[in-house]
């Protein structure tokens, strides 16, 4: 093999190294928004704001990496697939920062609606969620069809707990007293719509 192409296929596994690492920064900051709410804590919702800047940072890093390994290196189709995986999954990692970014919004004003905040269907959703980024993550790095197809599986999971958590948090909206609790109770459904 020719050093040329022994650097490419370093500079591959680097691309792989770099979207597992965005994977698990993306977790942090889902389990810091996550944890947020669930202590209602602002001074923490406000921390994710800045974690997320520097995940869009990375997913362009990311970007002009392989935009470069493709113009430089005309690589064969495997590789090219490759690469443009990366590419694809680096998109959806930066698109769950910032829906991760958007739970932590809304934290500050459920502080004033602690009875409002705490739904078992958010939790459970947060932690099918989180579950299922991190199975990802590890089928991917470890070429694991099995374990990717189960984590597609349990994506009905989150959409039935939605559904459920949607019904009685309408009845909900419908029985409060005062606009501002309609809104807490509004930006409960939001807050299940970015999960």
Same mark, same amino acid.
């Given at each position: 093999m020719?050093?040329?192409?022994?650097?490419?296929?370093?500079?591959?596994g680097?691309?792989?190294?770099?979207?597992?690492?965005?994977?698990?920064?993306?977790d942090?900051?889902?389990?810091?928004?996550? %944890?947020?709410?669930?202590?209602?804590?602002?001074?923490?919702?406000?921390?994710?704001?800045?974690?997320?800047?520097?995940i869009?940072?990375?997913?362009?890093? $990311?970007e002009?990496?392989?935009?470069?390994?493709?113009?430089?290196?005309?690589?064969?189709?495997r @590789?090219?697939?490759?690469?443009?995986?990366?590419?694809?999954?680096?998109?959806d990692?930066?698109?769950?920062? @910032?829906?991760?970014?958007?739970?932590?919004? !809304?934290?500050?004003?459920?502080?004033?609606?602690?009875?409002?905040?705490?739904?078992?269907?958010?939790?459970?959703?947060?932690?099918?969620?989180?579950?299922?980024?991190?199975?990802?993550?590890?089928a991917?790095a %470890?070429?694991?069809?099995?374990?990717?197809?189960?984590?597609? %599986?349990?994506?009905?999971?989150?959409?039935?707990?939605?559904?459920?958590? !949607?019904t009685?948090?309408?009845?909900?909206?419908? %029985?409060?007293?005062?606009?501002?609790?309609?809104?807490?109770?509004?930006?409960?459904?939001?807050?299940?719509?970015? $999960?």
């Amino acid at each position: 093999m020719t050093e040329i192409r022994s650097t490419f296929h370093r500079e591959l596994g680097d691309l792989r190294d770099d979207i597992l690492r965005m994977g698990s920064q993306v977790d942090e900051e889902l389990g810091m928004a996550l %944890e947020a709410l669930d202590r209602l804590d602002s001074r923490l919702a406000g921390q994710v704001p800045t974690y997320d800047q520097t995940i869009n940072r990375e997913r362009y890093d $990311l970007e002009n990496k392989c935009i470069w390994l493709i113009a430089s290196q005309q690589p064969t189709a495997r @590789d090219l697939r490759f690469i443009v995986t990366v590419m694809s999954m680096n998109v959806d990692l930066e698109r769950m920062g @910032d829906q991760a970014k958007g739970i932590a919004k !809304f934290v500050p004003h459920l502080v004033q609606y602690p009875q409002v905040a705490r739904w078992p269907e958010i939790a459970a959703m947060g932690g099918i969620v989180r579950d299922m980024l991190q199975d990802v993550m590890r089928a991917y790095a %470890e070429d694991d069809v099995d374990l990717a197809r189960s984590v597609a %599986e349990r994506d009905s999971r989150v959409d039935s707990l939605y559904a459920q958590l !949607f019904t009685q948090v309408m009845y909900h909206m419908a %029985e409060a007293r005062e606009p501002a609790e309609i809104e807490a109770h509004y930006d409960i459904l939001r807050v299940a719509r970015e $999960l």
